[in-house]
């Protein structure tokens, strides 16, 4: 479709009252074959809406208020009616502050169009706006701006699709659109300005025939694709030049291969010609604007000498000097004539490049008027010849942007990303999905072809600097392999020079100075992921305390990577010297995982598509307990791990990849050990955490627990005593969670609201009272619990390891030997009306007494002294509302009303232990003599451990909890901490020593910090 001139006498207001005489004269003239008949007309008026009676229109120049005159809807499709001269209109009608009635045209279409007078298709788009409300002309810029928008898909843009976009960008609610038409085939009368045909027209061959294919847009001679956009500053550059602007001599468009050196003096080519530029689409005449005939030959310098190169210009200027014209010859044909553009590709790949520059380019731009513009790609000996002579150099880059634009032009903008701004690649690209049906393949074929483009590219940046062809693939080869596995975090430089070294089988070592060297070449090929160098490739000073982690720019293509980079990675990998970290207690020499977590990533990704071949390492549970959050949600996602046992492959997909893998380590062992799986193999320690998980009740073997109590005896056994909703109390092996016995008790006999378990003499007893009533339990002779007065309406109490009862009623503490005979002890707690916790701890000969009051006072007595009062010590919190004390009596931790820990002991009196806000559900802690555990969360259920004396070697720690927390407790030597919750029973080693020199710590805020992970 031509651009036709519009009709004479219809431009500005001015004309509007003589637009249908225009029309018709000039509909007139093409009927006599005066001018070229259109296939399609588009014809816009614009004005003021006015209703005169029942007839509405556009209000004509010569309108005033007493004298209407208008332009009806009716006049326009009549000039139009009856005419066979075109086969599509569109006509729109932008009425600006209009009267209602706009819709006219609507019903005179429609009533012409139903009577067969309208011989051609036609659309109507008019503007329906409310009295005085509508914006003038805007109607014409939210047609401008849908214009601009457009993507290139299809040739054409439909009206009703228009109207659509057009009401999405009026301004107001009272402007919008709306479409009708006659017909039934697609409009072809409104092309759409940003499509590009995928074919080139014969001229275009056969007028540039030193363009090259691969400028045209095609991977090869005859492929569809003709066209290059983008590059807008590059474009002002090269425009400024042309004119005259900048230095002497020919301008060196320098770039690295397939960045489009060659395209771009292709679409200077194009447009620089008034002929070609007419002819070209519109989206094609975006940009670039040079002046008429500013560029008149485009030769390629590939294999030519000085003569050959002055033929080839001396022919594509139509100059007439024989067969062998000397430099001096052509100099000497072109003073005669106006100044002249020469465009010059591949300048690099003549016989003689300096030869060429200074024996015929120079001697063309200072003599002979001629503005030479030069590409020539990466190449030493070249390089050294721009720099003698002191030339202008332009240098290119990658293109995001014209690649995009190229892509979505030849309909094919889903590859675009794969290509990484490079124009080589995106013909491929592009070429290789079209070429596959429908896109079968989902793209691959297209990465493939660009991955092969880019190769090229990335060795012709590394080789740059004369760097030898093996250590050119030996560099790029281990950050290429890293990103067709689909490895996003980047190498840092000491192992892209360890893989480098373990994949070349030659022998050779690289070190981290020839890595930042590889960066460095590849410029903006390689991203810095650790944001420390801006984006480039170079890296940042050797004594930051982040390393520079690179990525190369190349489209993930999984066929690229084989099995020998992933041995290439498990070789690079740290090695424990023995089963003692996170790779269990075997005691065998194992792969330290959690040593270099990145690496350990690489690896995953690496060995995605070979499980087979690396069982052994994918069946580690610390291998997947240590890989980052973002890797394990990707491994998850392809399938995770499909070599496990089922059990344990559930309780992998059930972990939470947004947690540090110390906390992973954690949750992954507890939910295994739930599920019944083996997972003593797997140690959290190994991976930074503070705690061990020592052994868990199954998941379903166990109903809720309420109440939890602990206890040692002094030859070393631990026991754990629970009662459950149903009324049950069960006692458990603390060393390995063995079920030791159970007393079933019937729902009507009340559930336990208070417990207390001790070690006497060598055995578990444990004391209870249910609705009222107290019971004591001697579990390991089989026998039921049995009635115990004493403790009958206690409101606390607690038993001692020599059998000891404190019990507590009112402000009343009495001590009872159970069995005993006579009279026993009591004392009364000063300035209390109730005792709400009583605890006896201690040794004997150091028994000790410790109550609390509910006004929140703490009292403590040594009891062997035989004092026969409890003395009242200092105020711990006036609003204290609970209170938890050693198995040692020694210290107490307190809650405020806001849900705050803190703990009191004899030397150091009260401090505040930082916690968690509790923002949902309610907390529970335990303290020992040196460490604090509390719990909290429903939603986010976790664990904190806080160490309480100053000096603790403990990491503190705050890990995730498969559900909310019922109770905690320590045992007798603080060594062991048992936690209760929603599922049953778990319990944790919580032993200050670790195993690791240098532990990972792990943040106590919510939210931990992942860029170390991510390195």
């Given at each position: 479709?031509?651009?036709?001139?519009?009709p004479?006498?219809?431009?500005?207001?001015?004309?509007?009252?003589?637009?249908?005489h225009?029309?018709?004269?000039?509909l007139?003239?093409?009927?006599?074959?005066?001018?070229?008949?259109?296939?399609?007309?588009?014809?816009?008026c614009?004005?003021?809406?006015?209703?005169?009676?029942?007839t509405?229109?556009?209000?004509?120049?010569?309108s005033?208020?007493?004298?209407?005159?208008?332009?009806?809807?009716?006049?326009?499709?009549?000039?139009?009616?009856g005419?066979?001269?075109?086969?599509?209109?569109?006509?729109?009608?932008d009425a600006?502050?209009?009267?209602?009635?706009?819709?006219?045209?609507?019903?005179?279409?429609?009533?012409?169009?139903?009577?067969?007078?309208?011989?051609?298709?036609?659309?109507?788009?008019?503007?329906?706006?409310r009295?005085?409300?509508?914006?003038?002309?805007?109607?014409?810029?939210?047609?401008?701006?849908?214009?601009?928008?457009?993507?290139?898909?299809?040739?054409?843009?439909?009206?009703?699709?228009?109207?659509?976009?057009?009401?999405?960008?009026?301004?107001?609610?009272?402007?919008?659109?709306?479409?009708?038409?006659a017909?039934?085939?697609?409009?072809?009368?409104?092309?759409?300005?940003?499509?590009?045909?995928?074919?080139?027209?014969?001229?275009?061959?056969?007028?540039?025939?030193e363009?090259?294919?691969?400028a045209?847009?095609?991977?090869?001679?005859?492929?569809?694709?003709?066209?290059?956009?983008?590059?807008?500053?590059?474009?002002?550059?090269?425009?400024?030049?042309?004119?005259g602007?900048?230095?002497?001599g020919?301008?060196?468009?320098?770039?690295?291969?397939?960045v489009?050196?060659?395209a771009?003096?292709?679409?200077?080519?194009?447009?620089?010609?008034?002929e070609?530029?007419?002819?070209?689409?519109?989206?094609?005449?975006r940009?670039?604007?040079?002046p008429?005939?500013?560029?008149?030959?485009?030769?390629?310098?590939?294999?030519a000498?000085?003569?050959?190169?002055?033929?080839?210009?001396?022919?594509?200027?139509?100059?007439?000097l024989?067969?062998?014209?000397?430099?001096d010859?052509?100099?000497?044909?072109?003073?005669?004539?106006?100044?002249?553009?020469?465009?010059?590709?591949?300048?690099?790949?003549?016989?003689?490049p300096?030869?060429?520059?200074?024996?015929?380019?120079d001697?063309?731009?200072?003599?002979?008027?001629?503005?030479?513009?030069?590409?020539?790609?990466?190449a030493?000996?070249?390089?050294?010849?721009?720099?003698?002579?002191?030339?202008?150099v332009?240098?290119?880059?990658?293109?995001?942007?014209?690649?995009?634009a190229y892509?979505?032009?030849?309909g094919?903008?889903?590859?675009?990303?794969?290509?990484?701004?490079?124009?080589?690649a995106?013909?491929?690209?592009?070429?290789?999905?079209?070429?596959?049906?429908?896109?079968?393949d989902?793209?691959?074929?297209?990465?493939?072809?660009?991955?092969?483009?880019?190769?090229?590219?990335?060795?012709?940046?590394?080789?740059?600097?004369g760097?030898?062809e093996?250590?050119?693939?030996?560099?790029?080869?281990?950050v290429?392999?890293?990103?067709?596995?689909?490895?996003?975090?980047?190498?840092?430089?000491?192992?892209?020079?360890a893989?480098?070294?373990?994949?070349?089988?030659?022998?050779?070592?690289?070190?981290?100075?020839?890595?930042?060297?590889?960066?460095?070449?590849?410029?903006?090929s390689?991203?810095?992921?650790?944001?420390?160098?801006?984006?480039?490739?170079?890296?940042?000073?050797?004594?930051s305390?982040?390393?520079s982690?690179?990525r190369?720019?190349?489209?993930?293509?999984?066929?690229?990577?084989g099995?020998?980079?992933?041995?290439?990675?498990r070789?690079c990998?740290?090695?424990?010297?023995s089963?003692g970290?996170?790779?269990?207690?075997s005691?065998?020499?194992?792969?330290?995982?959690?040593?270099?977590?990145a690496?350990?990533?690489?690896?995953?990704?690496?060995?995605?598509?070979?499980?087979?071949k690396?069982?052994?390492e994918r069946?580690?549970?610390?291998?997947?307990a240590?890989?980052?959050?973002?890797?394990?949600?990707r491994?998850?996602?392809?399938?995770?791990p499909r070599?496990l046992?089922?059990?344990?492959?559930?309780?992998?997909?059930?972990?939470?990849?947004?947690?540090?893998?110390?906390?992973?380590?954690?949750?992954l062992?507890?939910?295994?050990?739930?599920?019944?799986a083996?997972?003593?193999?797997?140690?959290?320690?190994?991976?930074?955490?503070?705690?061990?998980?020592?052994?868990?009740?199954?998941?379903?073997?166990?109903?809720?627990?309420d109440?939890?109590a602990?206890a040692?005896?002094?030859?070393?056994?631990?026991?754990?005593?629970?009662?459950?909703?149903?009324?049950s109390?069960?006692?458990?092996?603390?060393?390995?969670?063995?079920?030791?016995?159970e007393?079933?008790?019937?729902?009507?006999?009340?559930?336990a609201?208070?417990?207390?378990?001790?070690?006497?003499?060598?055995?578990?007893?444990?004391?209870?009272?249910?609705?009222?009533?107290?019971?004591?339990?001697?579990?390991?002779t089989?026998?039921?619990?049995?009635?115990?007065?004493?403790?009958?309406?206690a409101?606390?109490?607690?038993l001692h390891?020599d059998?000891l009862?404190?019990?507590?009623r009112?402000?009343?503490?009495?001590?009872?030997?159970?069995?005993?005979?006579?009279?026993?002890?009591?004392f009364?707690?000063?300035?209390?009306?109730?005792v709400?916790?009583?605890?006896?701890?201690?040794?004997?000969g150091?028994?000790?007494?410790?109550?609390?009051?509910?006004?929140?006072?703490?009292?403590?007595?040594?009891?062997?002294?035989?004092v026969?009062?409890?003395?009242?010590?200092?105020?711990?919190?006036?609003?204290?509302?609970?209170?938890?004390?050693?198995?040692?009596?020694?210290?107490?931790?307190?809650?405020?009303?806001?849900?705050?820990l803190?703990v009191?002991d004899?030397?150091?009196?009260?401090?505040?232990?930082?916690?968690?806000?509790?923002?949902?559900?309610?907390l529970?802690?335990?303290?020992d003599?040196?460490?604090?555990?509390?719990?909290?969360?429903?939603?986010?259920?976790?664990?904190?451990?806080?160490?309480?004396?100053s000096?603790?070697?403990r990491?503190?720690?705050?890990?995730?909890?498969?559900?909310?927390?019922?109770?905690?407790?320590?045992d007798?030597?603080?060594?062991?901490?048992?936690?209760?919750?929603?599922?049953?029973v778990?319990?944790?080693d919580?032993?200050?020593?670790?195993p690791r020199?240098t532990?990972?710590?792990?943040?106590?805020?919510?939210?931990?910090?992942r860029?170390?992970?991510?390195?």
């Amino acid at each position: 479709m031509r651009e036709i001139p519009g009709p004479e006498g219809a431009a500005g207001e001015r004309g509007l009252e003589n637009v249908c005489h225009d029309l018709g004269r000039w509909l007139d003239a093409v009927s006599r074959g005066e001018r070229e008949p259109p296939l399609s007309l588009f014809v816009y008026c614009t004005g003021h809406g006015v209703q005169k009676g029942v007839t509405w229109g556009l209000a004509l120049p010569t309108s005033t208020r007493w004298t209407k005159d208008l332009l009806e809807p009716a006049d326009i499709v009549n000039t139009l009616y009856g005419k066979k001269l075109f086969e599509q209109a569109v006509i729109v009608l932008d009425a600006c502050y209009s009267d209602p009635g706009a819709g006219v045209a609507m019903e005179t279409l429609r009533s012409q169009a139903a009577a067969g007078s309208v011989e051609y298709d036609a659309w109507v788009i008019a503007t329906a706006r409310r009295t005085q409300q509508a914006q003038q002309m805007a109607f014409a810029r939210a047609f401008a701006k849908t214009l601009s928008r457009s993507d290139g898909a299809q040739e054409f843009i439909e009206p009703s699709v228009l109207v659509e976009q057009l009401n999405a960008h009026l301004p107001t609610a009272s402007q919008e659109a709306w479409v009708h038409y006659a017909g039934r085939r697609g409009c072809r009368a409104l092309p759409d300005p940003a499509y590009m045909p995928r074919t080139s027209p014969d001229w275009l061959d056969r007028d540039l025939d030193e363009w090259s294919h691969l400028a045209r847009g095609r991977s090869r001679p005859g492929q569809e694709g003709w066209y290059f956009s983008g590059r807008t500053e590059e474009q002002r550059r090269l425009r400024e030049f042309i004119a005259g602007g900048g230095p002497a001599g020919p301008l060196i468009i320098r770039g690295a291969a397939g960045v489009g050196k060659s395209a771009l003096l292709g679409h200077l080519a194009a447009c620089g010609k008034t002929e070609w530029r007419r002819l070209l689409p519109p989206v094609a005449r975006r940009g670039l604007v040079l002046p008429d005939d500013s560029v008149h030959a485009l030769v390629s310098a590939q294999d030519a000498s000085v003569s050959g190169a002055s033929r080839r210009v001396a022919r594509a200027l139509g100059l007439d000097l024989g067969s062998a014209p000397t430099p001096d010859e052509l100099c000497e044909a072109l003073e005669k004539l106006p100044p002249r553009t020469v465009l010059v590709d591949d300048l690099h790949l003549a016989d003689d490049p300096a030869a060429v520059v200074r024996e015929l380019l120079d001697p063309l731009t200072e003599y002979a008027r001629t503005t030479v513009i030069a590409s020539a790609g990466h190449a030493v000996a070249a390089d050294e010849v721009w720099q003698g002579l002191q030339l202008p150099v332009l240098q290119l880059d990658t293109d995001d942007e014209g690649v995009r634009a190229y892509a979505r032009a030849r309909g094919a903008g889903s590859v675009a990303a794969a290509c990484h701004g490079h124009f080589g690649a995106a013909v491929d690209a592009v070429d290789g999905f079209l070429d596959t049906p429908h896109g079968h393949d989902g793209g691959a074929n297209a990465r493939r072809a660009a991955g092969k483009r880019l190769e090229a590219f990335h060795l012709s940046l590394l080789a740059s600097r004369g760097g030898s062809e093996e250590w050119c693939r030996a560099m790029l080869k281990p950050v290429r392999a890293a990103a067709a596995c689909g490895h996003d975090a980047g190498l840092t430089a000491e192992h892209w020079a360890a893989l480098a070294t373990a994949a070349d089988r030659s022998g050779r070592t690289y070190g981290p100075e020839e890595a930042r060297e590889a960066a460095e070449l590849l410029g903006t090929s390689v991203t810095d992921t650790a944001g420390t160098g801006a984006g480039t490739g170079k890296s940042r000073d050797l004594g930051s305390s982040t390393s520079s982690s690179w990525r190369l720019a190349t489209p993930f293509a999984p066929e690229l990577c084989g099995p020998e980079f992933a041995e290439a990675v498990r070789d690079c990998l740290p090695v424990l010297a023995s089963g003692g970290g996170m790779g269990g207690t075997s005691g065998e020499p194992g792969i330290d995982w959690a040593a270099d977590t990145a690496l350990t990533a690489l690896f995953a990704a690496a060995t995605q598509r070979f499980d087979q071949k690396f069982v052994t390492e994918r069946s580690s549970l610390p291998f997947w307990a240590a890989l980052p959050g973002d890797v394990l949600a990707r491994q998850l996602g392809d399938g995770g791990p499909r070599i496990l046992p089922e059990r344990v492959g559930e309780g992998i997909r059930t972990q939470t990849p947004g947690l540090h893998p110390a906390e992973r380590a954690f949750q992954l062992k507890l939910s295994l050990l739930r599920s019944g799986a083996d997972a003593h193999g797997l140690n959290p320690r190994g991976a930074g955490a503070g705690v061990d998980v020592l052994w868990a009740t199954p998941k379903d073997g166990v109903a809720v627990p309420d109440l939890l109590a602990v206890a040692s005896g002094a030859s070393g056994d631990g026991y754990v005593v629970t009662t459950h909703g149903d009324a049950s109390i069960r006692l458990w092996n603390l060393a390995d969670g063995t079920p030791l016995a159970e007393a079933v008790r019937s729902e009507g006999d009340g559930m336990a609201s208070h417990l207390a378990l001790a070690v006497v003499d060598g055995e578990p007893v444990v004391a209870l009272v249910a609705d009222g009533a107290g019971l004591l339990w001697r579990p390991l002779t089989g026998r039921d619990p049995e009635p115990l007065p004493t403790l009958d309406g206690a409101t606390t109490f607690s038993l001692h390891g020599d059998g000891l009862l404190a019990v507590a009623r009112g402000a009343r503490i009495e001590f009872v030997e159970p069995g005993a005979t006579g009279r026993a002890r009591s004392f009364a707690v000063p300035g209390s009306n109730r005792v709400t916790q009583v605890h006896l701890g201690g040794e004997a000969g150091d028994r000790r007494l410790v109550a609390t009051t509910e006004s929140g006072t703490v009292t403590a007595r040594v009891l062997d002294t035989g004092v026969a009062a409890v003395r009242r010590q200092p105020l711990l919190m006036p609003s204290a509302q609970h209170a938890m004390v050693s198995s040692s009596g020694r210290t107490v931790g307190m809650l405020d009303r806001s849900g705050g820990l803190f703990v009191w002991d004899e030397n150091h009196g009260t401090r505040g232990l930082g916690i968690p806000a509790m923002r949902d559900g309610t907390l529970a802690f335990a303290v020992d003599d040196s460490l604090a555990a509390a719990a909290g969360g429903t939603q986010k259920p976790w664990l904190c451990l806080l160490p309480v004396t100053s000096g603790d070697e403990r990491p503190a720690s705050r890990l995730p909890l498969p559900d909310q927390t019922v109770a905690l407790a320590f045992d007798t030597d603080g060594s062991h901490l048992v936690v209760t919750d929603l599922r049953g029973v778990f319990c944790l080693d919580v032993r200050p020593d670790r195993p690791r020199s240098t532990p990972i710590h792990l943040a106590s805020s919510p939210t931990t910090d992942r860029s170390e992970e991510a390195r």
